[in-house]
């Protein structure tokens, strides 16, 4: 049998502690790790300011 549901989230492992999160999770649920920083500064819509 073929286990492949469609539109199955696969859990994200942290490179850190090794958790297995859920790719929903912006940081790990353990020990808080976030692979991905989406961080934007207000700061770089001024530099973007140019009339
Ligand atoms: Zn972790």
Do not use: H, L, W
Not at 13 to 38: A, Q
């Amino acid at each position: 049998m073929c286990f492949r549901p469609s539109g199955v989230v696969r859990p994200v492992r942290c490179p850190k502690c090794g958790t297995f999160n859920s790719p929903n999770n912006k940081s790990c649920k353990k020990c808080g790790y976030k692979p991905e920083e989406t961080q934007k500064d207000s700061a770089d819509n001024s530099a973007k300011t140019s009339i």
